[in-house]
């Protein structure tokens, strides 16, 4: 079993997803009021992003404290009871946290089998809670596997870059797509879309979407909801 994930991303007409580019929004005080206030209305307490992203909200870069010889290399759950979660992915080991939450949102971090033991030891004096998802890699699916099983996670925003929503996509595990879409053209060559799949493009396009509701908000940006109904990138 695995939570229902909704990717809920903002983005110009071109798909483009770096607000700082876009100036004042009409109606507005700054672009993340309507991203959040969005994202709130689902009422689903845990959101997901990628090492990107969650470098936005930990510390500085301070030196790691030294792990016990004795270390267990086994996933740390710091707080079991936690209704909400701020889940970022880190397959090398870069983030720093001196607390456990984000908001009042409690931390956890997805890790691969690379990360030191230093780290790991960082990451349990922060009280941050750490799962174990891959060799190398993160395996999103034993990730979202292991959210569920030890948070008892249905629901979940996905929130990330456009590498990690990406890589979800291609995963096929995206069940809900809540795009708004603001009346901009942003035309930058390069600048992070909302699927940016990693690698080689794939032949075909990932999935085909079935729209749920549109609503027109205000200073003209259109909030759509689409339940993907077919997944064709393996």
């Given at each position: 079993m695995r939570p229902y994930v909704i990717c809920h991303m903002c983005t110009t007409v071109d798909g483009k997803i770096l607000g700082h580019r876009w100036g004042k929004l009409p109606g507005y005080k700054h672009e993340s009021e309507l991203f959040?206030?969005?994202?709130?209305?689902?009422?689903i307490g845990a959101w997901l992003v990628g090492t990107t992203t969650m470098d936005e909200f930990d510390g500085r870069k301070t030196k790691l404290p030294r792990a016990p010889k004795n270390f267990r290399r086994l996933d740390h759950i710091a707080n079991p009871k936690a209704k909400r979660l701020a889940i970022g992915a880190d397959a090398k080991g870069v983030l720093r946290f001196q607390e456990n939450e984000v908001d009042g949102d409690h931390v956890v971090v997805l890790v691969t089998e690379r990360v030191s033991n230093d780290y790991l030891a960082h990451l349990q004096s922060a009280g941050v809670s750490y799962?174990?998802?891959?060799?190398?890699?993160?395996?999103?699916?034993?990730?979202?596997?292991?959210?569920?099983?030890?948070?008892?996670?249905?629901?979940?925003?996905?929130?990330?870059?456009?590498?990690?929503?990406?890589?979800?996509?291609?995963?096929?595990?995206?069940?809900?797509?809540?795009?708004?879409?603001?009346?901009?053209?942003?035309?930058?060559?390069?600048?992070?879309?909302?699927?940016?799949?990693?690698?080689?493009?794939?032949?075909?396009?990932?999935?085909?979407?079935?729209?749920?509701?549109?609503?027109?908000?205000?200073?003209?940006?259109?909030?759509?909801?689409?339940?993907?109904?077919?997944?064709?990138?393996?």
């Open positions: 959040e206030t969005t994202a709130a209305s689902y009422g799962l174990f998802c891959g060799r190398k890699e993160i395996d999103l699916s034993t990730a979202l596997q292991k959210l569920a099983k030890y948070f008892k996670l249905q629901k979940l925003m996905l929130q990330g870059g456009g590498k990690f929503n990406g890589a979800m996509l291609k995963a096929g595990l995206i069940d809900e797509i809540s795009h708004l879409t603001v009346p901009i053209a942003d035309g930058g060559a390069g600048v992070s879309g909302f699927f940016d799949i990693p690698g080689e493009t794939p032949p075909r396009a990932a999935a085909t979407l079935r729209l749920m509701s549109h609503k027109l908000m205000p200073g003209g940006v259109i909030w759509a909801r689409y339940k993907v109904i077919a997944r064709r990138v393996s």
